[in-house]
């Protein structure tokens, strides 16, 4: 029980004025998505705001683990049963070390759920899971859940399934086999954080104590690799173990080799800019970039399915996708390339002309840029070249990555291209033909 505050009785406004002055000084910052902490008190207050000063809502016990929402001051807001919210002392619980973008584990709980191609209920249905069913969870919006499904990405309710609190141990194993094998001829500068009150361990494991905590996007420099856990040292000259999975690994050294050696082989990611109530950018007429994206990916689509690959797309109809998720789909399913599909803008109509290449990383992006560039030549508009661009779907990318804006949606001429079918196959054609250089 808490001990009583006296002092509080007799000074209750200028306290709380105080505590309101403290607590505006800091702002609430959320988490990254399914940070969790874990209960290490034997009894801890669940209090409706974060402090001491409000009043207790429910008890959690030792062992017990809470997705947190959002961080404030030195308290954890979290999700309770039932939906509830509320506050407990972060000097109270441990933090676990939960992967935010790697895979979650789930499980079916209805007796069946519908895998779609995309988060609405009239969009294709893929196949169908039942109870029980274990499913790898990559990302999860507006009440849908994207999962992987035969080797390609679905959608299901997220009503029907149950995501595991626990770390995925299975398929964190599974995505360590694939970095090391991946990691064996690349070396890496330095590591990332990607959560705040990421821990420096004495040892390759959560049982070792911690010795530093750092915020997010802190930059650590890369010793060794020991399992699943970074050798790594600070600016402080600090040395010691982060786990892989709460940490981004920089930019290689060397090129990202992919296995794919045909394009049959390919798992390929096509990205049509744009969706839903991100209209892109518009042609003199107004007509929205996101409709000539989609056509022309879904020509695309339709080339490389012909000829075997295994094709992915961010979205498949007018619907709206963030940026962060796009090059998700390709990190998750460690595709052989990812292609992001744009028309470009002027500042004023008519007045610019052609398409462009863009990359982001020279190490990995560089020959696909330069492969799809050689067959881009043969479309009807003027080819502006490769160039490098910092655009999130590439720099977020881990897989080798290109932007083409194929032609500018407010000029009247590229328009009628942009706009027409035969153009989107001649598009497909080229970047069929690139992708088969390009694995050669
Ligand atoms: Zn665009």
Redesign the pocket.
Known sequence: MQKPLHWFKHYPVVILLGLLVIVGLFATHALAAYQQITIKANVVNVRQGPGLSYDVMSQANKGETMNVIAQKNNWYQVRLSGDKIGWVASWLVNNTEVSATSNRVAKVTNSFANVRQSSTVDSQLLGRLNQGDAITVLYQQNGWSQIKYNSAVGWVRSDLINLSNQAPTTVQKTSDNQANSDTQNVAIKSVTTQLDNTKLRVGPNTAYQYTQTYPANTKLSYISKRGSWYQVKDTDGNSGYVASWVVTPSEKNEVVKTNATSLSEATIVLDA??GGRDV??LSTQSKY?KNY?LATVEAVAKKLKAAGANVVLTRSNDTFVGLAPRPAVANQLKADAFISI??DSSNEANEASGTTTYYYSKNKDIALAKAINNQTQALPLNNRGIEYGNYQVLRDNQRPSILLELGYINSDQDFKFISSPSYQTKVANAVYNGLTNYFK
Do not use: P, S, V
């Open positions: 800019g744009h892109g950018a970039e994206t744009h028309f």
